[in-house]
Antibody
Framework: EVQLVESGGGLVQPGESLRLSCAASGFTFSAYALSWVRQAPGQGLEWVSTISGSGGSTYSPDSVKGRFTISRDNSKNTVYLQLNSLRAEDTAIYYC?????????????WGQGTLVTVSS | SFVLAQPPSVSVAPGKTARITCGGDNIGNKHVHWYQQRPGQAPVLVISYDDDRPSGIPERFSGSNSENTATLTISRVEAGDEADYYCQVWYSSAEGVFGGGTKLTVL
């Protein structure tokens, strides 16, 4: 059974940093791309970052480039999202999502999310 | 950027058919994926590659995609189908985008 368990969320002040983790099980971790998708309170889904199975390629929208960094440790079956220079508008539930194969494929399993609150 | 337009809400009576649209420039040339998100829960993939139903998704869910509009169709709607539905595509080399979401209300 595929499981994705996020952790690391919390309350931080503007300008601070946070590292989110997503521990995976139930599938051959290194064979699949993984992504982070966020959802601000009462809002829709927003794609944040994607990393290839090997970790050699990463992708993210301009809205977070230079502030957020996705990485993975295939020996630990864990993907990370480093959040720097956080802003109030980064407040959201951050979901870890497994992709069904390569990069430009659907998100076939999602974790339950971890809440990040940026507030002074 | 690539914009996906969804109606904010759709209402349907139980047992009837709900259709949720997702508009985008030549979206028919892209693969569209649909996700269901019940209140307080994580999204679930219900349709992939325009019209493919993942294992465990009822046959009542179907999809189509042509020209500038993709459509998620839910037949014989049940109370448990009440949720937010999002369309999603990949564009350029690897840019992901979601539609704004549609709240399905079962009357």
């Amino acid at each position: 059974e595929v499981q994705l368990v996020e952790s690391g969320g919390g309350l931080v002040q503007p300008g601070e940093s946070l590292r989110l983790s997503c521990a995976a099980s139930g599938f051959t971790f290194s064979a699949y791309a993984l992504s982070w998708v966020r959802q601000a309170p009462g809002q829709g889904l927003e794609w944040v970052s994607t990393i290839s199975g090997s970790g050699g390629s990463t992708y993210s929208p301009d809205s977070v480039k230079g502030r957020f960094t996705i990485s993975r440790d295939n020996s630990k079956n864990t993907v990370y999202l480093q959040l720097n220079s956080l802003r109030a508008e980064d407040t959201a539930i951050y979901y870890c999502a497994k992709q069904s194969g390569g990069i430009i494929v659907p998100f076939d399993f999602w974790g339950q999310g971890t809440l990040v609150t940026v507030s002074s | 950027s690539f914009v996906l337009a969804q109606p904010p809400s759709v209402s349907v009576a139980p047992g009837k058919t709900a259709r949720i649209t997702c508009g985008g420039d030549n979206i028919g040339n892209k693969h569209v994926h649909w996700y269901q998100q019940r209140p307080g829960q994580a999204p679930v993939l219900v349709i992939s590659y325009d019209d493919d139903r993942p294992s465990g998704i009822p046959e009542r869910f179907s999809g189509s995609n042509s020209e500038n509009t993709a459509t998620l169709t839910i037949s014989r709607v049940e109370a448990g189908d009440e949720a937010d539905y999002y369309c999603q595509v990949w564009y350029s080399s690897a840019e992901g985008v979601f539609g704004g979401g549609t709240k399905l209300t079962v009357l």
